[in-house]
């Protein structure tokens, strides 16, 4: 049975841990610099290998970031780059200390160029399993790239923990687009070699809950597991089979998909009549740059109007929760329009709410002689207009139906106007 070692939360400088979530969008300013740099990314990012405090050999911030639609973590700050043989610094990031379940580190990644040389390919990102200026060497879930197997393409590959052969690759992708990968490590306590690792590579879209087969799934199951991981590392390769130009951003790392890879995840959203008005109540699990919430209503299910605006919490990985009061207390359809503040939005699912809405019958129409009204509730009084808006008929009503003679009334169109001391329908009716 493996050592259970106790969760400790542990923040330093400006690292960003909302619970057990760790955000990296290299949010450091306009200018490039060294990433290790203490007035940039060193604050968060410690080497732990190779050499440090040049251009020509450490890992570089890049200002431009890069891009993927639907990705909480698209266009925000920077990126950083990470080389083959060019360069040599490796540095960690901490993250929570995870024992236990299944942790996700999903990622931006453009692979600019990869030498004709690399058919063999070389790791760029793994996890640690502790973190700081010290000498990392117990890494999992390494990730791979190599040449692809038509011209002006890769192929990412995976291993549990061997920095060899590499077993599983990735189909091929296109040198210069972006692509959103999600890194999967769990956690297995039934033994002390027998965690796996897999991962997810998504070249459009970002799917709301995890996907039932990865792309790729890691063979060396029965290397080493962790008893505890603590970091996610960039490594920059050495070696002649690891020439590549790389760009990671976005970097996120948690231990669910909901809030490793979605920006805002409702748990809830419900809508309740009471004291003639409409409760909303709804609950995040996480959110990522989250401005707020526009409350939409639409009474046939088709047209939305904006009704109010909640503020939101901006970076949580807790649960909140919102309300809002809506003073129309009749049927009608919501739904929520979360907006980032990049300007971004997406809709929550869309709730209906059945009102103290008062359903009125009026047979027949066209009418002739007489009218029958039957309705849901207690009337208190009807009358009936001509085409002018003049009072013809008036009646007291101490009950949900009444009988109306319209025998004096001259054929023509008639307006029905209906009290339940609450509320007053109008319908259009014809006798002929």
């Not at 549990?160 to 999600?182: C, N, R």
Request: aromatic fraction near 10%; glycine fraction near 8%.
């Amino acid at each position: 049975m493996k050592k259970i070692i106790l969760l400790i939360l542990i923040t330093i400088g400006t690292l960003t841990n909302y619970a057990q979530t760790t955000i990296e969008n290299f949010n450091y300013g306009s200018t490039m610099d060294t990433l290790t740099n203490p007035a940039n990314g060193g604050v968060n990012w410690k080497t732990h290998s190779g050499t440090k405090g040049s251009f020509t050999s450490s890992l570089i911030y890049n200002t431009t970031s890069l891009t993927y639609a639907g990705y909480s973590s698209s266009g925000v700050g920077g990126a950083v780059e990470v080389w083959g043989v060019a360069r040599s610094e490796d540095a960690n990031r901490m993250v929570s200390a995870y024992t236990s379940g299944s942790v996700y580190a999903s990622f931006l990644l453009r692979i600019d160029s990869v030498n004709s040389l690399s058919t063999v390919g070389d790791y760029f990102v793994h996890f640690g399993d502790t973190f700081g200026a010290v000498s990392l060497t117990n890494f999992k879930s390494r990730m791979f790239t190599k040449i692809g197997s038509v011209a002006n393409t890769y192929k990412i590959g995976l291993t549990k923990s061997g920095a060899g052969a590499v077993a599983v690759f990735s189909p091929d992708y296109a040198f210069g687009s972006t692509v959103l990968v999600v890194l999967k490590y769990k956690f297995d306590l039934s033994a002390t070699a027998n965690d796996s690792v897999s991962a997810y590579i998504f070249t459009t879209g970002v799917p709301t809950t995890e996907p039932t087969t990865p792309t790729l799934v890691a063979t060396d199951v029965t290397a080493a597991d962790y008893t505890i991981l603590r970091s996610f590392c960039l490594r920059q390769g050495s070696l002649a089979n690891s020439q590549f130009k790389a760009l990671v951003d976005g970097i996120r790392v948690s231990n669910s998909w909901g809030t490793s890879v979605l920006p805002v995840k409702f748990t809830s959203f419900n809508a309740t009549i009471n004291n003639k008005q409409t409760n909303l109540t709804w609950t995040t699990a996480s959110e990522i740059n989250n401005k707020g919430f526009n409350i939409e209503r639409s009474l046939d299910g088709v047209n939305y109007e904006t009704i109010g605006f909640v503020k939101g919490n901006v970076n949580s990985n807790r649960v909140n929760k919102y309300s809002f009061i809506d003073a129309n207390h009749a049927s009608a359809f919501y739904r929520l329009k979360q907006i980032d503040f990049d300007g971004k939005f997406d809709y929550s699912n869309i709730i209906s709410v059945q009102g103290n809405d008062l359903l009125i019958d009026i047979t027949p129409n066209p009418f002739n002689n007489v009218i029958e009204i039957n309705s849901n509730g207690h009337l208190v009084n009807v009358e009936v207009l001509d085409i002018t808006g003049k009072i013809v008929i008036t009646e007291t009503i101490n009950g949900s139906k009444t009988t109306l003679n319209t025998a004096s009334l001259n054929n023509g169109v008639y307006f029905v106007r209906i009290n339940n001391g609450e509320s007053v329908i109008t319908k259009r009716l014809i006798k002929n």
